[in-house]
């Protein structure tokens, strides 16, 4: 009767192990799925086409920024000096071809940022280092 007790007892263990380990492993299923869920959608090229400007430090209430254009093309809005030409968007990463003139030396570059925040009014790029811009959506 005692190694009956005793084995019982062993199973009933064995077995509250088993469900508590097939239970974690729903927990962390559902956990993934709910992680899966919150990551933030990719922006798209719809999303992103428009004017986005932002004050000009010292000189508010004037505004600079870009025109992003859907077939590619991109424009400086209030920037005299610094032309855009194209966009492109890698992922998260957006692409601005530019150059300089008027200025004692010429410059051409493509500035790289990450899209850290895009939503239907605000658009937040982020350099790589660390630097973030804050645009908003012009009419």
């Given amino acids: 009767m005692r190694m009956q007790i005793t084995f019982f007892a062993a199973a009933l263990i064995l077995f509250s192990a088993c469900q508590n380990g097939q239970k974690r492993q729903t927990d962390q299923q559902e956990q993934n799925k709910a992680t899966a869920s919150e990551q933030p959608a990719l922006p798209t090229k719809e999303k992103l086409t428009g004017k986005w400007t932002q004050p000009i430090p010292g000189q508010e209430p004037a505004i600079q920024g ?6 590619g093309s991109a424009s400086s809005i209030n920037m005299h ?18 150059h300089s003139t008027g200025v004692k030396e010429p410059i051409a570059a493509i500035d790289t940022t990450v899209i850290t925040t895009l939503t239907d009014s605000t658009l937040v790029l982020t350099n790589s280092n660390g630097y973030q811009s804050s645009y908003t959506r012009g009419k």
């Fill in 66 to 71: 870009i025109e992003i254009k859907g077939d």
């Fill in 81 to 98: 000096t610094l032309i855009y030409e194209k966009w492109q968007l890698n992922g998260d990463t957006l692409l601005l071809w530019n």
